[in-house]
């Protein structure tokens, strides 16, 4: 069985350094489209009360 932990761990250690260093910085691209997506949620969401709004009226003359 220790033979056992060992071969995991020789496997698991350089595999988390691995994945640790190609954390890669976020480029001037990956920060343009995060600042669209976050527009485009919030105009959605102001389309939705629109859409509510005029249901509402429509509902209620």
């Known amino acids: 069985m220790p033979?056992?932990?060992?071969l995991v761990s020789a496997i698991?250690?350089?595999?988390a350094f691995t994945l640790t260093a190609c954390k890669e910085?976020?480029?001037p691209a990956e920060k343009a489209g995060r600042e669209l997506d976050?527009?485009?949620?919030a105009v959605?969401?102001?389309?939705?009360?629109?859409?509510e709004r005029i249901q509402?009226?429509?509902?209620n003359p």
Request: glycine share 14%; hydrophobic share 45%; charged share 25%.
């Open 3 to 6: 033979l056992r932990k060992v």
């Open 12 to 15: 698991l250690i350089p595999l």
């Open 25 to 27: 910085k976020e480029g």
């Open 38 to 41: 976050k527009a485009a949620a």
């Open 44 to 51: 959605g969401k102001q389309l939705e009360n629109v859409g």
């Open 56 to 59: 509402g009226a429509v509902s």
